[in-house]
C-alpha cells in the first residue's frame, strides 16, 4: 500500500511569492496533519484536519494556511514568503483524529528554499 | 504549554552496546506517546506508539516505556547497528480542545562499528 506522498519534494521561491504544497495521505486515511521542521526550532505543528474540517492550529501567522478535500488529500499553502520560511514541511496521516490514538505516518516532505 | 525534552541531543556508541533515549514531558494529561525515527533528509518512521493507558511497547530490538505521571518516556535499543544511526525524536499527543502532537527536538545517534 502507497506511504504518504508529498509533491513537490524541492522548490525554490523568492521572497514575496506563494507556495502550495501537496499531500496526498495512505488510502483510508482521513486525517492529516502538517508541521514545519527547522535545525533551530525543530518540528512544530502547523494544522491537521479530519473530513475537511480543520481541528485545531498551531502558533503560525495567517500567511500559512491549508484545507483538505473530500478525497481527504491535502494542501497547503504560504503566501508572501519569507527568508525564515525555509525549511521542510512535512505531511502527516491517520486513520482517526486527536482521541483515537493512532500512529500516525509521515510523507518524505517538502523542501522549500526561500532565496 | 505542553514541552517535550530530549537530552542529550547526540550521542555515540560503539556497536553492539545496549543504549537508552530519554524523553521528558511537562503536561501529564496526554492521550500517548510516539517514538519516531528520521534519517537525513527524510521525512519521519513511526517506532513504536504507547497509550497513556499502558506502561511498555515492544518491537524487535526496541522497548519503549512510559511513565505518565512523572512526564517520562525512555526508548531501549538492544545490540545496537550501525544502521541505528538515525535521529529519533518523541511526540505527546496532548489532551483537550486543541490537541495536537508536540515533538522533541531528537537524539542524534551514531553507532560506530
Known amino acids: 500500500k502507497a506511504g504518504v506522498t508529498q509533491t513537490p519534494r524541492y522548490l525554490i521561491k523568492t521572497r514575496g511569492q506563494q507556495v502550495t504544497l501537496s499531500c496526498s495521505p495512505i488510502s483510508g486515511h482521513r486525517s492529516v496533519s502538517w508541521y514545519q521542521q527547522t535545525p533551530g526550532q525543530g518540528l512544530q505543528f502547523l494544522f491537521e484536519y479530519f473530513s475537511e474540517t480543520q481541528r485545531n492550529k498551531g502558533n503560525f501567522p495567517g500567511r500559512f494556511s491549508g484545507r483538505q478535500f473530500s478525497n481527504s488529500r491535502s494542501e497547503m499553502n504560504v503566501s508572501t514568503l519569507e527568508l525564515g520560511d525555509s525549511a521542510l514541511y512535512l505531511c502527516?496521516?491517520?486513520?482517526?483524529?486527536?482521541?483515537?490514538?493512532?500512529?500516525?505516518?509521515f510523507g518524505e516532505g517538502s523542501w522549500l528554499t526561500v532565496v | 504549554k505542553q514541552e517535550v525534552t530530549q537530552i542529550p541531543a547526540a550521542l555515540s556508541v560503539p556497536e553492539g552496546e545496549n543504549l537508552v533515549l530519554n524523553c521528558s514531558f511537562t503536561d501529564s494529561a496526554i492521550y500517548n506517546l510516539q517514538w519516531f525515527r528520521q534519517d537525513p533528509g527524510k521525512g519521519l518512521t513511526s517506532l513504536l506508539l504507547?497509550?497513556?493507558?499502558?506502561r511498555e511497547q515492544t518491537s524487535g530490538r526496541l522497548n519503549a516505556s512510559l511513565d505518565k505521571s512523572s512526564g517520562r518516556s525512555t526508548l531501549y535499543i538492544a545490540a545496537s547497528q550501525p544502521g541505528d544511526s538515525a535521529t529519533y525524536l518523541c511526540a505527546v499527543r496532548s489532551t483537550g480542545a486543541n490537541s495536537k502532537l508536540t515533538f522533541g527536538k531528537g537524539i542524534t545517534l551514531s553507532v560506530r562499528p
Open positions: 504507547i497509550q497513556s493507558s499502558q
Open positions: 502527516a496521516s491517520s486513520v482517526g483524529w486527536g482521541v483515537t490514538g493512532n500512529t500516525i505516518y
